[in-house]
């Protein structure tokens, strides 16, 4: 079988601008999917996202990371920090809200704190969802809160748990890169 090289040539051009055209639809669409407001897509928002906003009405009672305990939640893996930049903090992980699939802003599977000479500063929450379970429950739909799409981290991972779907929400310190972003520059494990 011979293949003239003009019909690779034709099909490699027909198919790189397909892929330009692709290319530049998906870079576009930011622009076109937000409700008009740039205050969303700033890495230091004017205002809040409205889910920054639910999540910190509805976790208030947690900035005492005793009201935490007393409602289900402990500790987990410790204060986590990146290899080359930023920290999440210490996870309290209430394993009845892991076991369900709850999407309430005020019924995070994890609240975070970071820790500072012995006290703890609540400093957001992470949304912590069975993969397998969700996908099945959901007509294998990826899980969306408030607009925000969850991570998804297949296993094997560094947690060494089967895969899941995550969601950070910085809603009571600041995050530089943004209020979903998984690390937060401005938190530290170092002040333990």
Same mark, same amino acid.
């Given at each position: ?8 040539? $034709?099909?490699? +051009? ?14 576009? +669409?930011?622009?076109?999917? $937000? @409700? ?5 897509? /700033?890495?230091? &928002? ?31 893996? $410790?204060?986590?920090?990146? +290899? @080359? ?20 802003? /005020? ?6 704190? &970071?820790?500072? @000479? ?63 972003? @998984?690390?937060?520059?401005?938190? +530290?494990?170092?002040?333990?």
């Amino acid at each position: 079988m011979t293949t003239r090289i003009t019909s690779l040539t $034709g099909r490699s +051009t027909t198919n790189i601008l397909r892929l330009a055209l692709l290319s530049s639809l998906v870079a576009a +669409t930011p622009l076109f999917a $937000g @409700d008009g407001s740039a205050a969303n897509h /700033s890495a230091h &928002e004017q205002a809040p996202a409205k889910l920054v906003e639910l999540v910190r009405a509805g976790t208030r009672q947690y900035i005492n990371v005793n009201n935490a305990t007393g409602a289900g939640y402990g500790p987990f893996l $410790g204060c986590v920090a990146g +290899t @080359d930049h930023g920290a999440m903090g210490v996870h309290y992980v209430n394993g009845t809200l892991l076991g369900n699939l709850t999407l309430d802003p /005020s019924q995070p599977q994890a609240l975070i704190y &970071e820790p500072h @000479d012995g006290k703890l500063t609540l400093v957001g929450v992470e949304f912590i969802l069975d993969s397998a379970s969700w996908l099945a429950a959901n007509n294998n739909t990826a899980p969306v809160l408030d607009g925000q799409v969850f991570n998804f981290v297949g296993a094997p991972n560094r947690f060494n748990i089967p895969s899941f779907f995550e969601l950070h929400v910085w809603a009571w310190r600041d995050n530089p890169q943004g209020s979903f972003v @998984d690390w937060n520059n401005d938190v +530290t494990c170092d002040k333990q």
